[in-house]
């Protein structure tokens, strides 16, 4: 599978973007992955953002984007999004959308073996 993100750019403190992650290759639906997003800001190491299962249901957030961000997918369009609202400073950082090598509940990125690029987001004060 190769995964595609975008949707990044610069936004003020209090607004919103969506990203969107898409995939080409072996679908989702054909091999149903559990997905997520990761971040990585500037001088800091990756870490897990939002995670979702094959099947759209229950989702898991960290507890610093709980509650401001949505993740969703479309297994039509093979394509997993992030919506991301009240938006601040701190969530400046690289995205990454990536896929499970084991379906799971997972946060640590060593249990994800497909990535996207990334996509960069700035969020200005």
């Known amino acids: 599978v190769q995964l595609q993100a975008y949707g990044g750019g610069l936004v003020q403190a209090g607004g919103s973007l969506k990203l969107s992650c898409a995939a080409s290759?072996?679908?989702?639906?054909?091999?149903?992955?559990?997905m997520a997003w990761f971040r990585q800001a500037p001088g800091k190491e990756r870490v897990f953002v939002a995670w979702i299962p094959w099947n759209g249901g229950s989702t898991y957030y960290a507890d610093s984007v709980k509650g401001r961000f949505t993740i969703s997918r479309d297994n039509a369009k093979n394509t997993v999004y992030l919506q991301m609202n009240s938006l601040k400073p701190e969530d400046t950082a690289v995205y990454y959308c990536?896929?499970?090598?084991?379906?799971?509940?997972?946060?640590?990125?060593?249990?994800?073996?497909?990535w996207g690029q990334g996509t960069l987001v700035t969020v200005s004060s």
């Open positions: 290759g072996h679908t989702f639906t054909n091999y149903m992955y559990d």
């Open positions: 990536a896929k499970a090598g084991i379906n799971g509940l997972w946060v640590h990125e060593r249990e994800y073996n497909s």
